[in-house]
T-cell receptor
Framework: TQLLEQSPQFLSIQEGENLTVYCNSSSVFSSLQWYRQEPGEGPVLLVTVVTGGEVKKLKRLTFQFGDARKDSSLHITAAQPGDTGLYLCAGEEVQGAQKLVFGQGTRLTINP | KAGVTQTPRYLIKTRGQQVTLSCSPISGHRSVSWYQQTPGQGLQFLFEYFSETQRNKGNFPGRFSGRQFSNSRSEMNVSTLELGDSALYFC????????????FGPGTRLTVT
């Protein structure tokens, strides 16, 4: 099973600051997704990246898929308290069963 | 359009018992995937069903099984429950399978005592 490592696991910053969350693996994925999860709720899909080097923007959030399709990053500009939550990356395996492998998550807290 | 629904939301079972969790996907969605979330292991893929057939399976023991009905509703069964099965169980549905546009339900919290 391919593994995805997210860093940092915990991040607490002030409102208005910028931040980047990383998702790394030694394996190649056919696609990579980012989710956000609130306590007591299921994950909500933010974006799916498919092509190596792909960059997608969602308002203040910028997602990038590495050229080799082994890693990804999520950058938030001018973070707001509403961005607080658990951010999860998930990669679709290339080899073997087409299952989704999740990272351990980054718990982000934005302080007003 | 109604979202993915899961029942029950909370469940307490005793070790050795079995449990069945239910998932109703978004109308028109034919793929349902199941996931287990624990503090130690995070979110892990259990299996995926598409048009009543299991297409993909994660690395879980045979005690974990599922099925999908002709109306795309899905059930997950865990037999001979162990303490380590205590977790949040999510199902997610998508239109044509795959994970590109996958919508998660609110989850079922299972506690095994």
């Amino acid at each position: 099973t391919q593994l995805l490592e997210q860093s940092p696991q915990f991040l607490s910053i002030q409102e208005g600051e910028n931040l980047t969350v990383y998702c790394n693996s030694s394996s190649v994925f056919s696609s990579l997704q980012w989710y956000r999860q609130e306590p007591g709720e299921g994950p909500v899909l933010l974006v799916t990246v498919v092509t190596g080097g792909e960059v997608k923007k969602l308002k203040r959030l910028t997602f990038q898929f590495g050229d080799a399709r082994k890693d990804s990053s999520l950058h938030i500009t001018a973070a707001q308290p509403g961005d607080t939550g658990l951010y999860l990356c998930a990669g679709e395996e290339v080899q073997g069963a087409q299952k989704l492998v999740f990272g351990q998550g980054t718990r982000l807290t934005i302080n007003p | 359009k109604a979202g993915v629904t899961q029942t029950p939301r909370y469940l307490i079972k005793t070790r050795g018992q079995q449990v069945t969790l239910s998932c109703s996907p978004i109308s028109g969605h034919r793929s349902v995937s199941w996931y287990q979330q624990t503090p130690g292991q995070g979110l892990q893929f259990l299996f995926e069903y598409f048009s009543e057939t299991q297409r993909n399976k994660g690395n879980f023991p045979g005690r974990f099984s599922g099925r999908q009905f002709s109306n795309s509703r899905s059930e997950m069964n865990v037999s001979t429950l162990e303490l380590g099965d205590s977790a949040l169980y999510f199902c997610a549905s998508s239109l044509d399978g795959g994970y590109y546009e996958q919508y998660f339900g609110p989850g079922t919290r299972l506690t095994v005592t």
